[in-house]
């Protein structure tokens, strides 16, 4: 009776924890993904109430300044097309994000029209 692992067996666990780990990461990285850009959209969404709220005592929405927007480690945040009865937010990506393809920009104005609409 032979107590512990033999080679071959310990390559052989080792070669199945690497295919699970393989097909396991990419799945996290796109986890990882849309929660930072759900993250985001949920920051856009208070930051359009902000706007209705300056907008409320003031005679046109906010710049971007005037909100004091704080960019995160992944989206910077900004405010464009802004008047009186206009305004655009953008949620641009940063670093790891600029993965996420086809939704490295993210924006909503004030009729709530979001783009782009696979990304939402």
């Given amino acids: 009776m032979v107590k512990g692992m033999s080679l071959l067996e310990l390559m052989i666990a080792l070669a199945i924890l690497g295919i699970v780990a393989a097909l396991a990461i990419p799945s996290y990285k796109q986890s990882l993904l849309k929660a930072r850009r759900q993250e985001a959209q949920v920051t856009l969404m208070k930051i359009v109430l902000m706007q209705q709220e300056f907008r409320m005592s003031q005679p046109s929405y906010a710049t971007t300044e005037q909100l004091s927007l704080v960019s995160s480690n992944y989206y910077q ?42 990304c939402w």
């Fill in 77 to 118: 945040f900004s405010v464009s097309n802004q008047g009186a009865a206009t305004f655009t937010i953008h949620a641009n990506a940063l670093n790891e994000q600029q993965a996420d393809r086809g939704c490295q920009q993210l924006s909503i104005n004030q009729s709530m029209l979001q783009a782009p609409r696979a």
